[in-house]
């Protein structure tokens, strides 16, 4: 809808509003204009598009979410949204959305199967998921179910620990679970805050942390540009992060572990490490021979000759890093730390440079976030003792005993043990908010996912992995629920932000927590009383976590407010509790590691699959930053901005075989093929076939996304358990990048 | 008159493309049917590894010489007294797109389902209000700001790389292009 003036005035009544505010000093102008659009009311609330929740102020007309944008004073978005963020009414109001309870009538399979839905109620879905459920327990045992769902929120996962579920798996292994798993045991708990504002030097491996657009992250390293830090690139393609750090080094696909060797052999042997840090809160005095020993072979030298990056510039850059610090070397992500067989050697890397520096719970460097304390479920109505968790691990995660003990779950063996290791073992599955897009090889997955007898599915939209479900389960999304959100990216003091509805769960749609209660009613009621005897009523129980919390009398009372905040001055840690026999001190040198089969020191391991004459490219995939992976590619919104994938090569690459821009391409690896145009790019070395992900989602029942652009994940070789143990793979990173392909004009 | 302009710092500009969301938000374009008013374009330069890209925030940038209105056969293109707004009268327009051929900067789009033309207000009705356009409240870096045209007028640069040159239609927009502070 255009409007002139004239559809404003008859909307409006007037243009009444004279001239905006008075005009100071330039830069006084640009302080934001406060105060409500007419005819909007506002409702706080937080984003929920990706993890650092931003806070929200949704506007909001004739009761129709009309505008959401950022909510001042929040630390988390900095009172912005991103590109994605700002879109999210998209999400809410998508005409796509599932709206009812379906059960299958079609009993053949297949992602190009129609289901034939029949619409049920939610009393008949729930009973007969209840019935499933119980039938497969008492038949094969708790380890027949598989449940791919994340652990939260806290009733669902008291729902999943009342049942003894034991194949729980979720996407952590493609995103920060080495990270979890080396923080751990070097620093201690699990962070993600990263202080960019106060650094003076940023080294980012591989991560296009700006474009990514965590606006917590983001906006963070722009304040350290603007305060004159320096922020250094390693990647082998050029990308927004590139564009913006003062240095770009493009590196070979799969060896940032190499340069990270490298920089912390010529950090310990010129002696440039914070001495002050290193002698006081690290183990280092105690394991300097090992330490030194260890990483004496790995030299600049040594590490050009696999990185492809020059000795002296790594030379230099572990001295600039070591010594115009505070500095800090930031990893969390896919983008880095997930993608190759020797990533979890990568972050443990990362993570000593970081000590080396001084700077784990310093100011510029990575701290341990400061957040309410909002008390979970178990803490309120304490459960009765849950039960033992039998039978064997489809994903063979326990022969990874260090992914065991973060309680995740890797999506890559998963099809392997489905269909290979303990075939028929599975009878049940549970699917909240994940597509099979999300797996390497993803058609390895459907196949093994047919040999499932009875599958459910709950989510927002129709995807892939709905067309393969027993029974729909219509989800509610993040702007259709109450809760308190304890941000824990940027938490320098702890800020809690209101989720509170802008609308009601539209047709039929629930929240996974209602499933919870409801299942638990029917399966193990014990787990869903209240002391008095009643069932847990998800509306009371965040009412008293608010209020254990302080944030208010109850959520009315919290939501009234918005944002609460404790601002309290910044007292940098002097123990650093992470496993026993740590002694309070982080460790750069984990001799615990050694009893659990894995490195105490990192070592270099080369990446899975390399360049050959069959496949000679690096096969490299991305997220675009406009896009949250497979869930928005159906928001009508970022679809016009970013609607399908394309083979990114080098015009190098393309004259060689001839390809011309935008022409078909097949590429191929050794786990499969895919077929999209080419898209000639300088961004990008010749020796890389690039692919966004996100795509090739079949559903035809997603009007938009449905049948465009490729699958990428086609392309990845889903693995083995064995083949993680055998590559020392201990952190069980998914290998999600870790490819190579030929590719050929059509 | 009190007129607006744009003021965009190039350098903080991360690519999230908050600011197209937003317009499309507030304003209610609909989707699908060619119409971006705001839109961020990524340009690339160079030969790899010595490649370097430019991304650049556009919409109207409300001319002090449009061309778009001059051309215009029925009229439809007009301008705000108040403001310097310039705005389309979807009465008028005949959809001809003779607006879209002479302005620089692509503002003007044709909608394939109006079979009208369509392009940025500026938000006016924000302005009206005492707010922000859409499109600068939500940039989270700063990257993309607004103000009175006599103030914008005497910042940073009247042009810059991939921008059409200025002389001509002169566009309410200027770029800063300082750098980062260098670190001593």
Redesign the interface.
Known sequence: ????????LKT?GA???????A?GA?ED??Q??S?A??GMTRIVTACGICSPACGIQAWVQDGKL?????LPGDVS??G????????G??QLYDPDRLKYPMKRTNPRKGLHEDPGWVRISWQEALDEIAFRMKQTIDTYGTEALLFVTLPSPDLWARFMNAMGVVNRVDHRDECFQTDMIIQKYTTGAKTWCNDFENS?YILLFGWDI??K?K?AY??GI?KA??????VVHFSPN?T?TS??A?EWI?IKPGTDLAVALAMIQVILSENLYNREFVDNYTNFGKYETEIRTHFAQYTPEWAEQISGVKADVIRRIAREFAS?GPAIAPAHKKSLCANYMNSTQLVHAISILNILAGTIDRPGGRYFPRMHSIPGVDAIYPPPAYPPKKGRRVDGRDKLPLVNEVDAGIFSTLADGMLNKYPGMIKFSFWNAYTILGFPSPLKMVEALKTVDFTVVMDFLPTDTVTLADIVLPSAMYLEGNDAVARDYIAKYPQTVARKAVSAPIFEAKSIAYVAIELGKRLCPDYFKTPDGSWINPSTLLDEKVRRAGLGENFADFAAKGLVEKPQPFVPRTTFVSVAGADGKCQIYVPQFVAKGADPLPKWIPKRDQPNEHYPYYYMTFIP??HRRNTTENN??????FPTNAAII?P?LAKKHGIAEGQKVLVRSRAGQIELPAHL??????DVVMVAHGFGHVSRALS?AGGVGARDGDLIPDASIDDFVAAGNYGGSSCIMDAVCSIEPL | MQAYGWLIDEKLCIECRACESACKMWNQVETGVGVRRRQVRVYTMGVFPQVRQQSLTGACNHCENAWCMKVCPVKAIWRREEDGVVLIDQDKCVGCQQCAMFCPYGAPQFNLRTRKMDKCTMCFDRLEQGLDPACVTLCPTGALKYGPWDEIRGKGSETTENFAPPRQTRPKIRFVKDPFPVKG
Request: positive net charge; proline residues 5%; charged residues 20%.
């Open positions: 809808m255009a409007l002139t003036r004239r559809d404003w409006t243009g009444l509003a004279g001239a905006p505010a005009l330039f102008y640009f934001r204009a105060g659009p007419a009309r505008f959401l944008e950022g978005g900095g912005h949204l991103c590109g994605k963020g700002a879109a009414a998209m003076k700006l474009a657009a606006l983001a906006t722009v540009r603007e305060n004159g830090a320096k050029y927004a564009r913006f003062n493009t115009n930053a406009v009508s919104i970022l679809h016009e901005m080098n190098a790019s300088e961004t990008v070395p010749p938009l």
